[in-house]
Protein backbone atom coordinates (compact mmCIF):
# COMPACT_ATOMS: atom_id res chain seq x y z
CA UNK A 1 0.00 0.00 0.00
CA UNK A 2 1.56 3.15 -1.20
CA UNK A 3 1.11 6.14 1.26
CA UNK A 4 -1.72 8.20 -0.79
CA UNK A 5 -3.70 4.77 -0.28
CA UNK A 6 -3.33 4.65 2.86
CA UNK A 7 -4.36 8.69 3.67
CA UNK A 8 -7.43 8.03 0.70
CA UNK A 9 -7.92 5.10 3.45
CA UNK A 10 -7.81 7.13 6.65
CA UNK A 11 -9.65 10.38 4.63
CA UNK A 12 -12.77 8.47 3.93
CA UNK A 13 -12.93 7.25 7.60
CA UNK A 14 -13.03 10.75 8.48
CA UNK A 15 -15.26 12.26 5.74
CA UNK A 16 -18.01 9.99 7.93
CA UNK A 17 -20.69 11.08 5.37
CA UNK A 18 -18.78 10.43 2.67
CA UNK A 19 -19.36 14.07 0.81
CA UNK A 20 -15.75 14.74 0.12
CA UNK A 21 -15.01 17.12 2.91
CA UNK A 22 -13.96 16.57 6.86
CA UNK A 23 -16.27 18.75 8.28
CA UNK A 24 -14.83 20.12 12.37
CA UNK A 25 -18.76 18.84 13.36
CA UNK A 26 -17.47 15.01 12.25
CA UNK A 27 -13.91 15.39 13.30
CA UNK A 28 -15.23 16.60 16.65
CA UNK A 29 -17.60 13.88 17.24
CA UNK A 30 -14.41 11.25 17.16
CA UNK A 31 -14.02 12.13 20.73
CA UNK A 32 -17.17 12.40 21.69
CA UNK A 33 -17.82 8.98 20.69
CA UNK A 34 -15.18 7.61 22.00
CA UNK A 35 -15.66 9.32 25.67
CA UNK A 36 -19.23 7.77 25.37
CA UNK A 37 -17.88 4.34 24.70
CA UNK A 38 -15.85 4.82 27.32
CA UNK A 39 -18.41 6.16 29.89
CA UNK A 40 -16.63 9.39 30.83
CA UNK A 41 -18.34 12.57 31.64
CA UNK A 42 -18.37 15.01 29.33
CA UNK A 43 -15.74 17.13 31.42
CA UNK A 44 -13.68 14.44 32.29
CA UNK A 45 -9.70 15.24 31.98
CA UNK A 46 -9.04 13.21 29.79
CA UNK A 47 -11.83 13.85 27.53
CA UNK A 48 -11.34 18.10 27.05
CA UNK A 49 -7.57 16.41 26.26
CA UNK A 50 -8.40 14.45 23.51
CA UNK A 51 -11.28 17.27 22.37
CA UNK A 52 -8.57 20.21 23.11
CA UNK A 53 -6.34 18.05 20.51
CA UNK A 54 -8.53 17.13 18.05
CA UNK A 55 -9.24 21.03 17.92
CA UNK A 56 -6.03 22.15 17.42
CA UNK A 57 -5.69 19.27 14.33
CA UNK A 58 -8.52 19.98 12.45
CA UNK A 59 -7.52 23.77 12.63
CA UNK A 60 -4.41 22.75 10.87
CA UNK A 61 -5.72 20.63 8.43
CA UNK A 62 -7.88 23.26 7.31
CA UNK A 63 -5.34 25.24 5.37
CA UNK A 64 -7.54 27.53 3.86
CA UNK A 65 -9.16 28.09 6.68
CA UNK A 66 -12.45 27.54 4.71
CA UNK A 67 -14.46 25.36 7.35
CA UNK A 68 -13.82 22.21 5.38
CA UNK A 69 -10.91 19.78 5.29
CA UNK A 70 -10.64 18.33 1.58
CA UNK A 71 -8.52 15.42 0.94
CA UNK A 72 -6.26 17.80 -0.99
CA UNK A 73 -5.71 19.94 2.06
CA UNK A 74 -5.62 16.29 4.04
CA UNK A 75 -2.70 14.55 2.04
CA UNK A 76 -1.00 17.66 1.87
CA UNK A 77 -0.84 17.50 5.31
CA UNK A 78 -0.48 14.13 6.32
CA UNK A 79 2.90 12.51 7.27
CA UNK A 80 5.85 12.00 9.30
CA UNK A 81 6.01 15.36 10.65
CA UNK A 82 2.48 16.20 11.27
CA UNK A 83 2.00 12.77 12.99
CA UNK A 84 4.36 13.16 15.61
CA UNK A 85 3.46 17.22 16.27
CA UNK A 86 -0.07 16.43 15.73
CA UNK A 87 -1.87 13.25 15.83
CA UNK A 88 0.12 11.37 17.94
CA UNK A 89 -1.24 13.60 20.85
CA UNK A 90 -4.93 13.04 19.40
CA UNK A 91 -4.48 9.19 18.67
CA UNK A 92 -2.86 9.37 22.38
CA UNK A 93 -5.46 11.55 24.13
CA UNK A 94 -8.05 9.11 22.67
CA UNK A 95 -6.48 6.33 24.00
CA UNK A 96 -6.21 7.21 27.41
CA UNK A 97 -9.95 7.86 27.36
CA UNK A 98 -10.76 4.44 26.23
CA UNK A 99 -8.07 3.11 28.95
CA UNK A 100 -10.35 2.97 31.70
CA UNK A 101 -7.86 1.22 34.29
CA UNK A 102 -5.38 3.19 32.77
CA UNK A 103 -2.70 0.98 32.64
CA UNK A 104 -1.37 2.13 29.37
CA UNK A 105 -2.51 -0.88 27.47
CA UNK A 106 -5.84 -1.81 26.00
CA UNK A 107 -7.40 -5.59 26.12
CA UNK A 108 -9.60 -6.68 23.42
CA UNK A 109 -13.10 -5.42 24.13
CA UNK A 110 -11.60 -2.20 24.94
CA UNK A 111 -9.31 -1.85 21.51
CA UNK A 112 -12.52 -2.78 20.07
CA UNK A 113 -14.80 -0.20 21.37
CA UNK A 114 -11.64 2.44 20.48
CA UNK A 115 -11.43 1.79 16.60
CA UNK A 116 -15.47 1.15 16.57
CA UNK A 117 -16.35 4.70 18.05
CA UNK A 118 -13.62 6.21 15.17
CA UNK A 119 -15.39 4.50 12.60
CA UNK A 120 -12.99 2.34 11.79
CA UNK A 121 -14.63 -1.57 10.39
CA UNK A 122 -14.24 -3.56 13.32
CA UNK A 123 -14.66 -7.01 11.06
CA UNK A 124 -10.87 -7.52 11.13
CA UNK A 125 -10.32 -6.31 14.64
CA UNK A 126 -8.87 -9.53 16.15
CA UNK A 127 -6.25 -9.64 13.35
CA UNK A 128 -5.66 -6.20 14.29
CA UNK A 129 -5.52 -6.74 17.53
CA UNK A 130 -3.23 -9.81 17.55
CA UNK A 131 -0.64 -8.34 14.89
CA UNK A 132 -0.56 -5.23 17.88
CA UNK A 133 0.15 -7.36 20.57
CA UNK A 134 3.20 -9.03 19.57
CA UNK A 135 3.97 -10.86 23.10
CA UNK A 136 0.63 -12.37 23.01
CA UNK A 137 -0.35 -11.12 26.56
CA UNK A 138 -3.69 -10.01 25.60
CA UNK A 139 -3.15 -6.31 25.71
CA UNK A 140 -2.22 -4.09 23.19
CA UNK A 141 0.55 -1.20 24.69
CA UNK A 142 0.04 2.21 23.64
CA UNK A 143 3.42 3.31 22.00
CA UNK A 144 2.63 -0.13 19.44
CA UNK A 145 -0.68 1.48 18.48
CA UNK A 146 0.50 4.96 18.16
CA UNK A 147 3.51 3.25 15.79
CA UNK A 148 1.63 1.21 14.15
CA UNK A 149 -0.68 4.07 12.79
CA UNK A 150 2.49 5.96 12.27
CA UNK A 151 3.51 3.54 9.96
CA UNK A 152 0.53 3.26 8.26
CA UNK A 153 -0.24 6.77 7.53
CA UNK A 154 3.97 7.23 6.33
CA UNK A 155 3.49 4.76 3.82
CA UNK A 156 5.93 2.17 6.02
CA UNK A 157 3.61 -0.40 5.84
CA UNK A 158 1.63 -1.94 8.73
CA UNK A 159 0.13 -5.25 9.74
CA UNK A 160 -2.67 -3.39 11.43
CA UNK A 161 -3.16 -0.91 9.07
CA UNK A 162 -3.94 -3.35 6.64
CA UNK A 163 -6.26 -5.39 8.61
CA UNK A 164 -7.75 -2.10 9.95
CA UNK A 165 -8.59 0.27 6.81
CA UNK A 166 -8.34 -2.10 4.17
CA UNK A 167 -12.21 -2.41 4.06
CA UNK A 168 -12.31 0.97 3.50
CA UNK A 169 -11.98 1.14 0.26
CA1 LIG B 1 -17.99 14.93 5.40
CA1 LIG C 1 -10.37 23.79 3.73
CA1 LIG D 1 -6.06 -0.72 30.32
Given at each position: ??????????????????????????????????AL?AGRA??D?LV?????????????????????????????????????????????????V????????????????????????????????????????????????????????????????????????
Amino acid sequence: MDDTTAKRLVFAMLDADGDGVISREEYAARAERVALAAGRAEDDPLVVTARTAGRRAWELMDANGDGGVTFDEYAAWAGAEAFDTVCEPVLGALFDVIDTDGDGTLDLPEFTKLRAALGNPVGNIETAFDALDSDGDGRVRRADYIASIRAHITGEGSPMGKALYAEHV
